[in-house]
Structures are given as C-alpha cells and as structure tokens.
C-alpha cells in the first residue's frame, strides 16, 4: 500500500490509483500540458487547489528530490515547489515506480526549446545564458551542489526584459551545511558544460543540421556568465578612510542585480583600523519584487517587479506621496486606479497567457514612446500603438 506525505493547503491524492505506473492512469484530474524532455515519466493533474505534476521513479531518488527542493524553499532558492511524496508503490524501492513525487505546475513556465531558432537560442540567447548562469550562482549561495545541471532540468519564465529559471529536478542535488567549495562549484560547472553540449548536439541531430553548426560552447559561456557574477556577489573590497560610500555603493549595485543584502561585516586588515575590508552576505534574488509585494501586495518575478516599481514611483511622482503615509495611500490608489485595470484588460485580450508580462511589455512600449516624443504619451495612447503594432515584446520582443 503506497505512503503519502502531502503538505498542507494540497488535496490528499488518495483517488488516483498509485499501484498503477501513471503512464497507464486514466483519470478525470489528467490534463495535457507541453512538457520538456524526462528521463521519468510525467504527468499533469488539475485540481480546485492547482495544477500539480507527477513524476513517477525510484525510492531513493524520490526521497532525495523532495527533501532537497524542500530545503531550497525555505531559503527562497528558484526551484518547483514540492507539494508530497508517494512511496511503497512496489516491494522493489529501485523499480522506476516504486515512488513519485508531486510539485506545483509552474504557470507560464516553458523548455529551453521553445526559444531555439536552429541550432542557437536566437534573439533570446543571451537573456536565457545569463538567466542560466544566475540559477546556478544562487543555487550555490544555498549551498547547494546540483550534480546533474542541464538545459532539459530547468524551466524558463518570460520575466519582463529577461528570463528567469528554475530548477526542476533535483534527484542528484545535495545541501550542504556550510558554503560551497571553489571545487565543488567547479566540478557543478564541469557537469554543466558537458551536458549542455551533449543537449545541443542532439538538437542539432533532430534538426539535421551538421554538427559542427552545433552550439557545443554553449555551456562555456554560461561558465563564463556564472564566474563573472559570482565574483560580483562574493569579492571581497578594501576600503581606505573616507571611502565608506563604497559599501552604500557595493550594496545599491548588488540590489540592482535583484540580490538582497543580509549582513554588511567591516573587518580591519591585518589589524590597520585605518582599512576595512568589506564582506557582504548575499540573501535570496527577490529584491524589487520582495519590494512590491511590501508596498502593494502584487507577487510579480524580479525584473517584472523593478519595471512595475519604476511605474509605480512615476505615478507617486505626480500624484503625490512624499510621506512614509503619502506613498503607502498613492501605491494602493496606484493598484486600484491604474494596474489593475490594465490586467483586466490585458487578460482579456486573445492570445495573452500572462497579462502580467504583457503589462510589463506595455509599459516598456510606452517608454520607448514617450522618449521618442519627449513627453509622457500617456498609458491609453501606448496601449493603442501596442496594439496595433502587434503587441511587440509579448513574448519574444
């Protein structure tokens, strides 16, 4: 008899036939959603509570993958969220269904291949390299060492400008207790590097096209995206008297790349008051939409949440809110008068899934206009222009 372990706010999954592997389930919850390529079976089920997936293989594994994305929630790491794990579903714990587990489908979440023009990423290559690099940098922050980083264990979010990812599979990951090693990042990187080669030399097989024409040296450049970000987020600075703007400046740069700052340590060098060197904890990459939620209630991913901030303080601008009280009145007034219309709007239209990111390709719309003019043209005047130009930057820009 299988076990389950299901966390609360969830249905319990106890009307779906568990002694049955899921490929051959038939079920009024089953729905067919696109999804990337598994080595396990995957199946997607819908709820009054959500939509869930089910990814059906072995005990350990199981076990492995639950307790790990478990982990990495709770320190707000970019991972699927674990919802329960199934186990006891054969008398064999290695039989590749002898366990599931269960996560929360990520809404408007899509696989690497739905953006590959050819062998290559086309106009979003390096959005998604550098999305990529950043999962990597803040899966290491938290102490996590994945062991099994593809393009295929990742999924990809249109997140205003940029691309945001998250981890998917995490049967191989570990946390550790302390900090990663230069090593143990290293060898993660290596692991990374090989399988995004092996992952384009496929796509290059199933397109036909020669596999010289193949972006082998794709995982390089991600390589490459990771070390210069993590120095950025790690080194250490050395400051001299006077220079204390330093540390205001280090912590303005690392929040405009979305990272918070949890501690600030200033520690002599080598006894010399005189000089400090600067260590700073990097928290979770939540910053402007940690910011946004705080001020109006909006969950939003982080470029999303800096573009709508921006919008946000421009209408605090010219409507007032120069008191702690002012701004908290202007940002509800803010939501009620000008965001939420525009999502209902935008939600309406055919063809939008994400009326979230469509606002935020509106509002980039109407900054390119207004600059272009000179003058704020206004909201209702960029949105007809969007329109007719075609809605440009939902979703590929």
Same mark, same amino acid.
Not at 26 to 54: A, C, M, N, T, W
Not at 259 to 268: A, C, G, H, N, R
Not at 309 to 324: C, N, V
């Given at each position: ?88 579903? =054969?008398? +064999? ?12 489908? %990520?809404?408007? =979440?899509?696989?690497?291949?739905? &953006? ?19 999962? &990597? ?12 980083? =593809? ?25 550790? +207790? ?36 193949? +972006? ?7 390589? +490459? ?10 080194? %250490? ?24 700052? %949890? ?38 991913? %982080? ?26 009145? =202007? ?67």
């Amino acid at each position: 008899m299988a076990l389950l372990t299901i966390r609360p706010g969830h249905p319990d999954f106890l009307d779906l036939p568990w002694e049955r592997t899921i490929a051959d389930w038939e079920v009024p919850e089953l729905v067919d959603l696109p999804k990337g390529i598994s080595r396990h079976q995957v199946r997607f089920l819908r709820y009054p509570e959500g939509v869930y997936v089910v990814k059906e293989l072995p005990t350990s594994p199981a076990r492995n993958d639950y307790q790990v994305l478990r982990a990495l929630e709770n320190v707000g790491a970019p991972a699927v969220r674990p919802v329960g794990l199934v186990e006891g579903r =054969s008398s +064999d714990p290695t039989e590749e269904r002898s366990a599931a587990l269960i996560t929360a489908y %990520e809404p408007y =979440s899509f696989s690497y291949r739905e &953006l590959l023009s050819g062998p290559g990423f086309g106009p979003r290559r390096a959005q998604m390299l550098d999305a990529f690099a950043n999962l &990597l940098v803040q899966l290491h922050l938290a102490r996590c060492f994945w062991g099994d980083c =593809s393009l295929s264990n990742v999924l990809y979010r249109f997140d205003a400008e940029a691309i945001q990812t998250i981890m998917v599979d995490a049967e191989t990951g570990r946390i550790f +207790d302390g900090p990663l090693s230069d090593g143990q990042r290293e060898q993660d990187l290596e692991i990374m590097i090989e399988n995004v080669a092996g992952g384009m030399a496929d796509i290059a097989v199933e397109a036909n096209a020669d596999i010289d024409d193949a +972006d082998l040296a794709l995982g390089e450049d991600i390589a +490459d995206r990771y070390r210069a970000l993590w120095a950025e987020l790690t080194t %250490e600075e050395v400051i001299h008297p006077g220079e204390r703007f330093r540390v205001r400046d280090r912590i303005a740069r690392l929040n405009h790349l979305g990272f918070d700052v %949890e501690e600030v340590e200033l520690v002599p060098v080598d006894d010399d008051v005189s000089r400090l060197r600067v260590r700073v904890a990097v928290g979770s990459r939540r910053f402007h939409a940690t910011r946004l939620r705080e001020l109006t209630g909006i969950d939003a991913l %982080e470029h999303q949440a800096r573009q709508i901030l921006s919008d946000l303080y421009s209408y605090q601008a010219t409507h007032g809110g120069e008191t702690s009280a002012g701004k908290h009145v =202007s940002a509800i007034r803010w939501r009620v008068t000008e965001f939420e219309p525009q999502i209902r709007r935008l939600g309406a239209l055919e063809g939008v899934v994400d009326p979230l990111q469509a606002y935020c390709d509106l509002l980039h719309h109407r900054f390119v206009m207004s600059e272009q003019a000179g003058r704020d043209v206004g909201t209702e005047a960029a949105f007809a222009a969007w329109e007719a130009a075609g809605r440009p930057g939902y979703p590929l820009g």
